[in-house]
């Protein structure tokens, strides 16, 4: 035990010069290892930036500031342009897979679309029902024929009763509030059309099917038509969003 208390001894009295010797090494520029009178170390840190191009910058001590090169008109430009290029693109996809734009032709839809309204249309996870305004490629139309704009009545499984003589229409016995047809009533009854005694009872509407009508009954070629009759819910290219011109907003 003794021995090795000595040992100790002599370890701490030969590592005394050593720790002198680290006090004698000189530091970097950057960093100073000043003995205070306590014999306590003081640092001296210099201030470092990081210039414009990522590399450190230190001269004597004192920070030295790299200032950024201004940005070139064409740099602006071309920045410019990417962002309307890449604007540019979003807008084709939204117009070729989710949003179409067309134009009403006719006059079917008086009294809430007129002719060469510009409208926007959507089939995004549609699902149609009583009230919505679509345009539907019927069946019996060829590839030639343009689409058709209608009100949507009822959908499959509903059933409609249609009572011309007080242009009231009935759908699972229930009139509907149409108060968009009243400025289209006549004095005379709703055309019937080439179908019309059928739907003077209750008509249950096939399955895959809707019944449509447009607002202008008694100008318009729909549902009560034999060439049209009830149309596949497959045919429908979508239901009206907004109307952009002439007057901008929501369609009812």
């Not at 470092?48 to 450190?56: A, Q």
């Amino acid at each position: 035990m003794v021995e090795f208390e000595n040992e100790n001894e002599n370890t701490s009295e030969e590592s005394a010069p050593v720790q002198d010797e680290v006090r004698d090494t000189p530091c970097d520029e950057s960093v100073t290892n000043d003995a205070t009178e306590s014999g306590e170390p003081r640092f001296t840190a210099s201030t470092v930036l990081v210039g414009s191009e990522g590399s450190d910058a230190v001269m004597n001590g004192e920070a030295v500031v790299a200032v950024a090169p201004k940005r070139t008109a064409l740099s602006v430009f071309y920045d410019y342009v990417e962002t309307f290029c890449y604007a540019l693109a979003l807008m084709m996809v939204l117009f070729l897979f989710v949003f179409r734009y067309v134009s009403v032709d006719g006059d079917s839809m008086l009294g809430t679309l007129h002719n060469k309204d510009k409208l926007i249309i959507s089939n995004l996870f549609y699902t149609p029902k009583t009230g919505d305004i679509v345009v539907i490629n019927p069946e019996s139309h060829g590839s030639s024929e343009e689409p058709i704009i209608k009100r949507v009545i009822a959908v499959e499984g509903q059933t409609v009763r249609i009572d011309y003589e007080n242009w009231a229409v009935y759908v699972d016995g229930v009139k509907l509030d149409e108060p968009y047809i009243e400025a289209m009533k006549t004095n005379s009854s709703m055309n019937r059309g080439s179908l019309g005694a059928k739907y003077e009872t209750e008509v249950v509407v096939g399955e895959g099917k809707v019944f449509v009508m447009g607002d202008n009954r008694n100008n318009s070629k729909d549902s009560r038509d034999r060439a049209y009759g009830e149309m596949g819910i497959n045919r429908i290219l979508g239901r009206v969003i907004i109307r952009l011109t002439p007057n901008f907003g929501t369609v009812d």
